[in-house]
């Protein structure tokens, strides 16, 4: 074996907070994951979806921006949108100002769903992840992460 095969690749800090960043949502994330989807049968997708309806104003979004926003395709969107509908967790309805637009909107079933979800979801959220930084601490990662993800998603 070669010596420069034996020595470790040197990264940049930029590539290592990088790595952080996504290896803290990997192993996090799975987990909260995992609790919902066992407790309520709620596969992570549909609580994304459900989760971004249930903030927006009016509880309806735009499918092509939600779709963005939860990073799928146009059609593997279609096919969860289908899928929840069928559930009857949303419902859809015509974008009267575009007739190519299509709203996605909460449905009563939804909202109970979200909110099961939630009182499992926010506690683990502040056990995992929140009570590990100080309120200021806090401040600063949402301020940063609300400004990278507007520059890389500004329908957002």
Do not use: Y
């Amino acid at each position: 074996m070669s010596e420069a095969a034996e020595q470790p690749v040197q990264v940049s800090d930029d590539v290592t907070l990088w790595g952080l960043l996504v290896e803290v949502h990997t192993s996090i994330g799975r987990a909260m994951d995992t609790e919902i989807e066992q407790a309520l049968g709620l596969p992570h997708n549909e609580f994304e979806v459900l989760l971004r309806l249930g903030r927006a104003p009016g509880q309806r979004k735009r499918m092509t921006c939600l779709a963005a926003e939860v990073s799928f395709t146009a059609g593997g969107f279609t096919r969860l949108a289908d899928r929840m509908e069928q559930i009857g967790h949303i419902r859809r309805e015509p974008d009267v100002t575009d007739r190519r637009a299509t709203f996605l909107v909460m449905t009563e079933s939804g909202n109970e769903v979200l909110r099961k979800a939630l009182a499992i979801h926010e506690p683990s959220v502040r056990e995992r992840f929140v009570q590990h930084m100080s309120d200021a601490e806090r401040a600063v990662v949402e301020s940063v992460l609300r400004r990278v993800r507007d520059v890389h998603h500004p329908m957002s």
